[in-house]
């Protein structure tokens, strides 16, 4: 199936600013997103206690960096987001939690130029599954990687999948049940739909295995319930 183009994806994000500025109804098909933007918050504090610079890529509405401030309330922020209306909702939003800077590039982070070695923590909040191939996941982890400060981390809450397909099928299977619960089968179906057309997540080992390949010193598991986890990287 042919997926999403960036343009598509922006678009989307462009119309539902309200309902990403919302922590209850936003992320209400992610099973256990307050339980992850928790966890990975709650670790990037402890790993760079003094941290001054968050990133916060696919950063909507700015919920992670909200999150994150309410732990270290000095952050410099710096968040990147395809949608400008999302930006703007965020700017307005960080800019009354930080006495740090607040900074807003719109734009893709593979393409977005910013200074390598300057973040103390990176946020990806349900933005990597929109990565393609191969390639295109290397690269934007090798990108991040080089973002970091030595000593810094990559803490990511997303979408994933399972590497053994049986196992795919079940934990996919589930989570329609739970959309089902929330909305009915045509919620289930509305929401699976669209995974289909804009998203190609990739499981955490995937991922744990790309971000030792491109040096990150450890990675960490927090989290994990059926085809969501939270998990990280320390360069």
Request: some cysteine; hydrophobic content about 40%.
């Amino acid at each position: 199936m042919k997926k999403s183009t960036i343009e598509e994806i922006k678009e989307r994000f462009d119309n539902d600013v309200e309902r990403f500025s919302n922590l209850d109804t936003g992320q209400v098909a992610t099973i256990d997103a307050t339980i992850s933007l928790e966890l990975i918050t709650e670790a990037a504090k402890r790993i760079v206690p003094n941290a001054a610079t968050v990133l916060d890529i696919g950063s909507g509405a700015g919920n992670y960096t909200l999150k994150m401030l309410s732990k270290l309330p000095n952050l410099n922020c710096i968040l990147v987001d395809l949608s400008l209306p999302m930006l703007n909702k965020a700017f307005e939003r960080v800019s009354a939690e930080t006495n740090g800077g607040v900074e807003v590039r719109q734009g893709d982070i593979r393409e977005v130029n910013l200074p390598e070695n300057h973040f103390d923590i990176i946020l990806a909040g349900a933005v990597l599954h929109h990565l393609r191939d191969d390639q295109d996941w290397e690269t934007t982890f090798t990108k991040l990687f080089k973002l970091l400060k030595p000593g810094g981390c990559l803490m990511i809450s997303d979408l994933i999948t399972q590497d053994t397909e049986i196992l795919n099928e079940y934990t996919w299977k589930i989570y329609g049940d739970y959309l089902e619960g929330i909305g009915g089968a045509e919620y289930r179906q509305k929401v699976l739909d669209y995974i289909e057309i804009e998203d190609s997540p990739r499981s955490m080992n995937y991922q744990l295995d790309l971000m030792k390949k491109v040096g990150f010193n450890k990675v960490e598991i927090l989290h994990k319930n059926m085809c969501f986890g939270a998990f990280g990287g320390i360069k």
